[in-house]
């Protein structure tokens, strides 16, 4: 029995699906692995047995077709997955968290049976916040959804779309204007692919890592987007961006919960080789500092794991119905640089083999490092953290201190 065998609180109907996760992933997750990453093409087969296990759409609730789990429910599988493949982890992610969630909490009646509808077909939906000019500034974006008689018209460019090109299901995010110019705040548009005029995919990057599954641009050249498919929080279009965004906490427990299932599978395969590979005459697991590495990584994962629970079960303030969003920021932080870590620590442990193609460690140093960066970087996820701790408001903006 390993370390994070050993689990706080899980019903036993968790442990049970816990244990589900982990044999599909090691059946029919882990001999994909290699090629998804080589071949750079998204694993249709992969998400189908995800869809036939129930593992697609586990947020949903019953009342939408859905098993209606838990956000902790979800990370359990998602762990599950990424202790195999990091691709396969961040599609479980999506189908259960991010866009899925601001929908079941904020959508209308139709909304939220066309996004449970997708979901549970296998659909992993795109979240389109980030443009060119504006990531970690994300207020600062530029595409513009214009209030044309019954229809707003959407134009701009958006970019490290993740699935862009697979994502049949878009929660695109606009500044909104009145037919007189007027802004009014910023909005969510569901569109959905090849249903949507004017919803294009760009060019697809070159990533370093998690090369199954594509980031691209996503360009928006007078999409027209019908009032019953705009996305409004009770506080309207003026500060429904900061409500819509509070969904998106799930989406980064749910980044973490993809890095410390890649650390955890790096640790595994550590432990084991370990015991296998002989110097000097006898397995280097018998080496005290070797040992002390493990016990590191260990307890390290043990650590992130317990922010990543205690973020998933808190809610934040005011009635929400998302993580905490110091909690989830903490997480993020800790585990995302945390697992970085244990990944290089693994690969070190297997030497020359480590770095060999030929071994999952190298693809897996390369897909941890992701999350330092997506679903907020570590440095802007401080400043989350930093305003809570001082009470303050913490504008980046030159001058932001200043009366404007």
Same mark, same amino acid.
């Given at each position: 029995?390993?370390?994070?065998?050993?689990?706080?609180?899980?019903?036993?109907?968790?442990?049970?699906?816990?244990?589900?996760?982990?044999?599909?992933?090691? %059946?029919?997750?882990?001999?994909?692995?290699?090629?998804?990453?080589?071949? %750079?093409?998204?694993?249709?087969?992969?998400?189908?047995?995800?869809?036939e296990a129930g593992f697609m759409g586990m947020t949903v609730p019953e009342a939408y077709g859905g098993?209606?789990?838990?956000?902790?429910?979800?990370?359990?599988?998602?762990?599950?997955?990424?202790?195999?493949?990091?691709?396969?982890?961040?599609? &479980?992610?999506?189908?259960?968290?991010?866009?899925l969630s601001a929908i079941m909490a904020y959508g209308t009646e139709d909304q939220k049976r066309l996004a449970a509808e997708l979901v549970l077909g296998g659909d992993k939906p795109a979240i389109c916040i980030t443009e060119p000019g504006a990531g970690s500034a994300a207020s600062q974006m530029t595409?513009? &959804?214009?209030?044309?008689?019954?229809?707003?018209?959407?134009?701009?460019?958006?970019?490290?779309?993740?699935?862009?090109?697979?994502?049949?299901?878009?929660?695109?995010?606009?500044?909104? +204007?009145?037919?007189?110019?007027?802004?009014?705040?910023?909005?969510?548009?569901?569109?959905?692919?090849?249903?949507?005029?004017?919803?294009?995919?760009?060019?697809?990057?070159p990533t370093m890592g998690l090369r199954g599954i594509p980031e691209t641009e996503i360009l928006l050249q007078d999409m027209e987007v019908a009032p019953e498919m705009v996305l409004v929080p009770p506080s309207g279009f003026g500060r429904g961006f900061a409500e819509l965004m509070n969904a998106y906490n799930t989406q980064r427990v749910?980044?973490?919960?993809?890095?410390?299932?890649?650390?955890?599978?790096?640790?595994?395969?550590?432990?084991?080789?370990?015991?296998?590979?002989?110097? +000097?005459?006898?397995?280097? &697991?018998?080496?005290?500092g070797v040992q002390w590495m493990l016990a590191d990584m260990?307890?390290?994962?043990?650590a992130a794991r317990s922010l990543i629970w205690r973020a998933t079960t808190s809610r934040g303030p005011g009635g929400s119905l998302f993580p905490d969003p110091t909690m989830a920021a903490q997480a993020?932080?800790?585990?995302?640089?945390?697992?970085?870590?244990?990944?290089?620590?693994?690969?070190?442990?297997?030497?020359?083999?480590?770095?060999s193609r030929n071994n999952p460690m190298e693809r897996i140093c390369r897909d941890v490092r992701m999350f330092t960066i997506g679903g907020g970087t570590?440095?802007?996820?401080?400043?989350?953290?930093?305003?809570?701790?001082?009470?303050?408001?913490?504008?980046?903006?030159?001058g932001g201190f200043l009366p404007q």
């Open positions: 029995m390993s370390v994070d065998d050993r689990h706080w609180n899980l019903t036993e109907d968790q442990e049970e699906l816990r244990l589900r996760a982990r044999q599909l992933a090691v %059946e029919v997750v882990a001999p994909r692995a290699a090629e998804v990453d080589r071949t %750079e093409a998204y694993p249709w087969d992969v998400v189908e047995a995800l869809q098993p209606g789990r838990s956000f902790l429910e979800a990370v359990l599988v998602v762990e599950e997955m990424a202790r195999q493949c990091g691709v396969t982890g961040r599609i &479980a992610v999506e189908a259960n968290m991010g866009a595409t513009r &959804a214009d209030r044309r008689g019954d229809r707003y018209v959407l134009n701009g460019k958006k970019h490290w779309i993740t699935g862009g090109g697979v994502s049949r299901l878009h929660l695109v995010f606009a500044r909104v +204007f009145d037919e007189e110019g007027a802004e009014e705040g910023i909005g969510g548009f569901l569109a959905v692919r090849d249903e949507n005029p004017g919803l294009v995919i760009g060019r697809r990057e749910g980044a973490a919960t993809v890095a410390l299932g890649l650390a955890a599978g790096a640790h595994d395969r550590s432990v084991a080789y370990v015991k296998e590979r002989e110097q +000097f005459g006898r397995p280097i &697991a018998e080496f005290q260990a307890t390290r994962l043990e993020k932080i800790f585990t995302s640089e945390t697992c970085i870590d244990v990944a290089n620590d693994a690969l070190q442990l297997f030497g020359a083999a480590g770095y570590a440095q802007i996820l401080r400043t989350v953290v930093a305003s809570r701790v001082l009470d303050m408001k913490l504008p980046q903006r030159r």
